[in-house]
């Protein structure tokens, strides 16, 4: 018996105890009431013995009802043919063949409505084996009681994965990741909603793609993706709704030992992002510009949520200093150290106490950063001066960056760390090596720049955002999809206007998550107070490409949690109705036997 059957088994033991115990905990109770009849003289012995036994009999056969002896299953497996299976070739004798309605008309099939009717028709045949593209997920909970051996079709051609973001903060840059096959040389464009073009790709030989643009104004916005093969021809679109919104602008202390183009950008950078930012720069005997000092307390720096500053600034930091910013950072402040200059042995132990190593390395300073390769100005352009277009050379600091608990922010082309951080307490800390990545900037990369400070401002900062719902890229019609942390009152409208109430279940816990079954395509959203999210629906038959994937990656998941198949055949449950029939018979002569007057004694 595989693991699932063992399971359910166990489950089915566990219940049939339960209602074992029950009837005769009943029995004894009846038994009692005619014991007291019986001393009280007003119901005979040979009454009362009929009566206790054929009470006894008849919860023996009442639970024969409901848990029938096991018997061995049939021999054979059970076939069951899904969207894309053809017939098989051959079927080994006592093998059943059905097929579910996804499936085509196959010669000598039985259609069944989903596999759970398969499985009653057709109990204890195993394996189940299925063919095609795999069980849809109305199919699924059925699928985990049983033992299961896919054989997968090919996947028909198109776009078959995506990603993209529902919500995204105004100014950050977000993505869109997704596989199309069947379009050798193909490209994948994004449109914005004046139809421009705003980001390109070309996809890849697995047919991924990765598109990146910056969030525009606050507002709901439709972008459109688009798919298109060698010959420039479109073959595909698929709107891709996203609701833009503001959110509190993050507060950041930038403090620099010197003046530098770096930091000249920086700032600016900041500015046109929307950050608080206040900025002390030090030139050395008393002189600064930017802001006015602060002093670096616990107070001033509860103010920020994230604190960019250098080596030299570090060192002038003191030991006091550097002690107040680590209490700030367990509190959730977060810290990036650039690395512009030599490090001593004094600085690389400090580095070290907070967890971090910066070590002289034998590596080339200049690098291309990967994403870099064109310009902003050259998305509309022709191929051919795409082409000519080349990544900005870009510096970095000599040094192996490493620690226990990392990860790394920022890679170079070669997979080297040029950025790593880690959790210190209830914050982050980072160091940083590139040193002019201003020359994305004056490189007309100004989107790249912006992700890149983006990024790492996203990462490391303190968290000051509510959280937001957990809605998934995508849903299908007619299929259940969970939406997680919704606040009380959360709805969702349909494009015909209705509004369906979701209900937290209360087993879900902190993370109060609901199902929703959507009746209808098309753009749906989430409606939280007066936000609203979009929700998109499509229809399996819109994008099959995708809906097979999905179908064929969840069977498979299935298939890896079901153990492994066996061809040995499952004891299953016997016929219930020679018990029923028995039963009823005890239960009728208990009824004539208790009714019958005494005249005979009995």
Not at 28 to 55: D, E, H, K, M
Not at 77 to 88: H, M
Not at 98 to 116: F, H, I, K, N, Q
Not at 181 to 202: H, K, M, N, Y
């Amino acid at each position: 018996m595989n693991e699932v059957n063992q399971v359910h088994f166990l489950n089915q033991v566990d219940f049939s105890n339960l209602v074992g115990f029950s009837l005769a905990a009943i029995v004894l109770l009846a038994s009692a009431r005619l014991a007291w009849q019986l001393r009280a003289g007003t119901l005979p012995w040979p009454r009362f013995l009929l009566r206790v036994a054929g009470q006894a009999a008849a919860a023996v056969l009442l639970y024969l009802v409901f848990f029938p002896p096991l018997q061995p299953g049939r021999e054979g497996a059970l076939v069951v043919l899904t969207a894309g299976a053809s017939a098989p070739a051959s079927l080994a004798p006592g093998d059943v063949l059905v097929a579910l309605p996804e499936a085509g008309d196959v010669a000598g099939a039985e259609r069944v409505p989903d596999l759970g009717t398969a499985l009653r028709r057709h109990a204890g045949r195993t394996p189940v084996r299925v063919l095609g593209l795999g069980l849809p997920a109305r199919d699924h909970d059925a699928a985990r009681s049983v033992a299961l051996a896919f054989e997968a079709a090919p996947l028909p051609e198109g776009l078959q994965a995506l990603d993209a973001p529902l919500s995204v903060v105004t100014g950050r840059r977000w993505q869109v990741r997704g596989l199309a096959t069947g379009l050798a040389g193909g490209r994948a464009e994004l449109r914005d909603p004046a139809d421009a073009v705003v980001a390109r790709a070309e996809l890849d030989e697995t047919g991924a793609f990765t598109l990146a643009t910056p969030a525009g104004l606050p507002g709901q916005v439709d972008y459109m993706l688009q798919l298109l093969n060698a010959e420039d021809t479109v073959t595909q679109s698929l709107a891709l709704p996203l609701q833009v919104r503001n959110a509190a602008p993050r507060r950041v202390l930038l403090l620099a030992g010197g003046a530098s183009p770096e930091v000249k950008y920086l700032r600016r950078w900041a500015v046109d992002a929307g950050l608080r930012l206040h900025s002390v720069i030090s030139l050395g005997g008393g002189v600064e510009l930017g802001d006015p000092p602060l002093p670096i307390t616990a107070a001033t720096l509860a103010e920020f949520d994230l604190v960019l500053l250098d080596e030299r600034a570090w060192r002038d930091l003191g030991e006091g200093g550097r002690a107040t910013l680590k209490a700030a950072v367990r509190d959730g402040l977060g810290v990036l150290l650039r690395i512009t200059g030599e490090l001593t042995a004094a600085d690389r132990a400090m580095l070290r106490a907070w967890g971090l190593q910066a070590e002289p390395a034998d590596i080339a300073r200049g690098l291309r950063l990967p994403g870099t390769e064109h310009a902003d100005a050259t998305l509309a352009l022709d191929a051919e001066t795409r082409a000519a277009d080349t990544a900005p050379l870009l510096s970095r600091r000599p040094l192996a960056l490493s620690a226990a608990d990392g990860a790394a922010l920022l890679r170079a082309g070669d997979e080297a760390p040029l950025a790593l951080w880690r959790a210190e307490g209830r914050g982050r800390v980072a160091l940083w090596t590139l040193s002019d990545s201003y020359r994305l900037w004056l490189a007309g990369r100004r989107s790249a720049y912006g992700q890149l400070w983006a990024n790492a401002v996203d990462t490391l900062a303190r968290g000051t955002e509510a959280a937001m719902p957990e809605l998934p890229s995508h849903a299908w019609l007619n299929q259940r999809v969970a939406l997680c942390g919704l606040p009380d009152g959360a709805r969702v409208g349909a494009p015909d206007g209705t509004e369906s109430a979701l209900w937290p279940d209360p087993a879900t816990g902190h993370a109060r998550c609901a199902g929703f079954w959507p009746a209808q395509p098309g753009r749906h959203a989430l409606l939280v107070d007066e936000n609203e999210l979009p929700l998109p629906v499509h229809d399996p038959a819109e994008l099959p490409a995708m809906a097979a994937r999905e179908n064929q990656q969840a069977t498979l998941a299935l298939v890896s949690g079901a153990g492994p198949a066996t061809a040995t055949p499952a004891p299953v449950p016997g016929p219930r109705w020679p018990w029923f029939i028995a039963w009823l018979l005890m239960s009728s002569a208990l009824w004539w036997l208790e009714r019958r007057r005494p005249a005979l004694n009995l």
